[in-house]
């Protein structure tokens, strides 16, 4: 992404890639202006930093935005160990530090670390939050006046700033800056549609599948049923731009039914509110010829999004629930006992507990927010123009009651890593209309294959992937590194590798990975990473290793 965004020009940046919040974010949204978050050492460099180092280390992010809450008892946007400790001196970060909008005054208004506009402004700046998102940097007027500050200290700041916009071009002839040439007619450009669709089409993860699934075009009476089958709202995450054309679920199934063929919508409830299903503006009849219904529930950023920002919230931003919204439920249960194939797609950005949703669909389609091709992509899906291949990227649990309390930041118990007890569906989890098998899983060094290395090798990993089913298809091959007999508490097992092969039916190919010294690591209690000798446990295929109905193979490796 950062790398994306920022250009490959070995001059100019494209735009400035920001990775946040860092770190430990989140917390509940309403108490973020004031939250501490107390992580431990081992969580905080195993789970809360890498994929920030990762950003700067390897996708060269030139801007970093820190967090409203306190890590630890310091403001993220002023704390010396983060900013200046971990990310310059550690990292090597050479970039700008942002803060979140109008985090710096909460120093004083609620975290109650400083008293003053002019000492919080003087705290950010010290300890490296080089640039304000809001209007409290007039206040370093103030400091400098009362000797809490020197301009010599602000210089630090303002050169680093000055050197992204260096880098941006902003000083620069126009012709000089290869991305000033970019015309306003590649928004939307007919490559742009092609890869949301892509995109798209690419992200739908099938979690259930009796058969139902694909639909022949050819139906005389479908139904498309749901707050979400007609919504444009559902198709957008939170931030997000806004397409003249968007095609939402319903627009991408009408689009693609023979001709002939009838389909029926509403939105049968209301998103969220307590109201009677099926009635007023919301009713839609099952007629008796209906051959399937495809029910388009789930949730729009109207409920879920960033504090402030949504309209029905009741969490201030987070979800208190993680059931289906409104009556929701009941609208399912009512089209399933009509006695016809119900299709469940699902529209959200997190997870939803399905547990009572199952039983009452024939096929579950996880589509999150999808974009402006949506709808197409979705619909494609369904009718088997295209064989899913989304995995899911979080852990499905079957009630709340599966998870710590929000406020604990211990990753004991949390995600596929250190979650012991079975969810509802897996990371990494997703079905297709074919199936893949695997073989041949091989551990090389410098080209030799080998089931014992040093600590400091690079270990090639392949494995043979086949398509033994009848139908084209991708496959996310799916490589996860177990330390089996480690000394101090680690992950169940991680993912550290991945890779999208297309396969035709019948074709096999073969996947390469490479895993390097730092993804066999273990923390100690203070969170030095080491490499400690043993056995690892290497596991590649469609899913995770323990996954009952996934296909994977493994084998093991000893460092010495």
Not at 295 to 302: D, K, R, W
Not at 348 to 371: H, R, T
Request: hydrophobic residues 35%; charged residues 20%; proline residues 6%.
């Amino acid at each position: 992404m950062c790398k994306g965004l920022q250009g490959d020009d070995p001059r100019y940046l494209k735009l400035v890639a920001t990775p946040k919040h860092f770190a430990v974010h989140s917390g509940p949204e309403p108490l973020r202006h004031e939250f501490n978050a107390i992580v431990n050492e081992r969580d905080l460099r195993e789970t809360y930093l890498p994929h920030f180092k990762a950003c700067v280390q390897e996708g060269k992010a030139w801007s970093v935005m820190g967090a409203y809450n306190r890590t630890l008892g310091e403001p993220c946007c002023g704390s010396k160990r983060l900013l200046q400790d971990i990310l310059r001196d550690e990292w090597g970060f050479q970039g700008y530090v942002v803060s979140d909008c109008w985090a710096i005054k909460d120093f004083h208004l609620h975290h109650k670390v400083t008293n003053t506009p002019a000492e919080s402004a003087t705290l950010a700046v010290k300890h490296g939050c080089d640039l304000n998102c809001g209007d409290l940097y007039h206040s370093l007027f103030d400091a400098v006046n009362e000797g809490l500050i020197t301009e010599a200290e602000i210089d630090v700041s303002v050169k680093r700033l000055f050197e992204a916009r260096v880098r941006l071009g902003m000083f620069d002839p126009a012709e000089n800056v290869p991305y000033a040439a970019i015309p306003p007619s590649v928004v939307r450009c007919r490559k742009h549609l092609d890869l949301a669709l892509e995109v798209a089409r690419k992200s739908v993860v099938m979690l259930k599948n009796d058969g139902t699934l694909p639909l022949r075009n050819t139906l005389n009476v479908l139904g498309a049923v749901g707050p979400n089958a007609d919504s444009k709202i559902a198709m957008y995450a939170n931030y997000s731009g806004f397409s003249p054309n968007v095609v939402t679920v319903a627009d991408g199934i009408l689009d693609r039914l023979s001709i002939g063929s009838v389909m029926y919508m509403g939105s049968g409830c209301h998103l969220c509110k307590d109201e009677p299903i099926m009635e007023g503006i919301h009713k839609v009849r099952i007629r008796p010829l209906t051959d399937a219904v495809i029910a388009v529930l789930g949730n729009t950023t109207e409920l879920e999004g960033e504090e402030g920002g949504v309209a029905l919230s009741d969490g201030g931003g987070d979800r208190t629930r993680i059931s289906l919204p409104g009556r929701q439920l009941e609208l399912l249960k009512f089209l399933h006992s009509k006695g016809k194939p119900v299709v469940l797609v699902l529209l959200s950005g997190s997870a939803i507990d399905l547990s009572e949703v199952e039983p009452y669909c024939n096929a579950i389609l996880y589509a999150w927010y999808p974009g402006e091709q949506g709808g197409n992509a979705i619909a494609d899906v369904i009718f088997g123009n295209v064989n899913p291949s989304g995995r899911l990227p979080v852990t499905l649990v079957k009630s709340m009651d599966q998870l710590p309390p929000f406020e604990d930041y211990n990753m004991a118990g949390r995600t596929y890593r250190f979650m012991t007890e079975e969810p509802q569906f897996r990371f990494g989890f997703g079905l297709s209309y074919t199936r893949f098998s695997y073989a041949d899983l091989q551990c090389r060094v410098s080209g030799v294959a080998r089931q014992q290395v040093q600590s400091s090798d690079i270990v090639e990993v392949s494995i043979d992937v086949s398509n033994v089913g009848e139908r084209d298809g991708d496959e996310v091959v799916q490589l996860y590194v177990s330390d089996i007999k480690a000394s101090v508490p680690v992950p169940r097992h991680h993912l550290e590798g991945f890779a999208r092969v297309s396969l035709k039916a019948g074709e096999t190919k073969t996947v390469n990975f490479t895993l390097k010294p730092e993804q066999f690591v273990c923390y100690a209690d203070d969170g030095t990473p080491f490499i400690e000798p043993g056995d690892f446990r290497i596991s590649v295929g469609g899913g995770q290793p323990d996954d009952p109905s996934g296909v994977s193979i493994s084998t093991l490796l000893t460092v010495v």
